[in-house]
């Protein structure tokens, strides 16, 4: 996902599989909530939303990996509770946040269960499953459905989305401490290229990059070892070298 403000584009890029689910999940999970406020104009977006997400989630052991990590992210802030500037309501709070997450986790199949055990959902899903463009034709059971009082639809998509919540918050939450843990460096580059070893296992990097550079970074590596390459929008000057470039780095640790 990239992030924006005024000046910047923040490109991350996962250096270990599990941050990789992560993100992918935080996508899903954003394309899901904006799909269900178009879902009256386009429902098909949000049904490929959902199933796409579920598809993910049962592919992966996201319980087992969250699960670990939560405990890991709150047993080091549990050390800082004894440093003596650091502000222990926010800190506790967060080790509160992160044990309300950790009594979720078991549930997880049995929330995926439930979403695949639904009647309309299970008559729907396979057709969502293939290439191509479908149409309701394929579909008459959800063309019937999407013909039915407004009110029900909008209490079954709630109901839908609700389930993932308690995930989405867990994944949010993992993410957005490790974003925040990471202080971002500058750094200028005359090549356009570097490449950096790191002794710590790293699972993130987040590359800040002005938008009036028209340039990008290409990524590649894992947790101890990685390389950046810019380069320009494909068909803007493309066989144009990249010569001095600055920019900003944050290397986010597991």
Not at 178 to 196: I, V, Y
Request: net charge negative; glycine share 4%.
């Amino acid at each position: 996902m990239a992030f924006t403000d005024n000046q910047h584009i923040i490109y991350e890029y996962p250096l270990q599989e599990r941050v990789r689910t992560y993100l992918r999940l935080e996508h899903g999970f954003e394309q899901l909530s904006v799909s269900k406020g178009l879902f009256q104009q386009q429902p098909d977006a949000f049904f490929q939303s959902l199933f796409s997400l579920s598809d993910l989630l049962e592919r992966v052991d996201i319980r087992t990996e969250l699960s670990k990590d939560l405990e890991a992210q709150q047993q080091r802030l549990k050390q800082w509770e004894q440093h003596p500037e650091v502000d222990r309501q926010a800190l506790r709070a967060t080790i509160q946040e992160i044990d309300d997450c950790q009594q979720f986790l078991p549930d997880i199949p049995k929330v995926l269960r439930e979403i695949k055990d639904d009647a309309l959902l299970a008559s729907i899903r396979q057709r969502f499953s293939q290439p191509g463009i479908s149409g309701l034709f394929e579909l008459p059971q959800l063309q019937l459905w999407l013909n039915q009082d407004r009110n029900a639809q909008q209490q079954a998509c709630d109901s839908w989305c609700n389930a993932f919540k308690p995930i989405e918050k867990a994944v949010q939450l993992k993410l957005t401490l490790m974003r925040e843990q990471a202080a971002f460096s500058t750094l200028t580059l005359t090549s356009g290229f570097m490449q950096e070893s790191s002794e710590q296992p790293l699972a993130m990097l987040r590359i800040k990059v002005p938008k009036e550079a028209s340039i990008y970074p290409v990524i590649s590596g894992h947790r101890q070892r990685f390389t950046v390459r810019f380069m320009p929008l494909p068909g803007a000057g493309s066989n144009q070298s990249i010569q001095s470039v600055q920019f900003e780095i944050a290397r986010c640790a597991q």
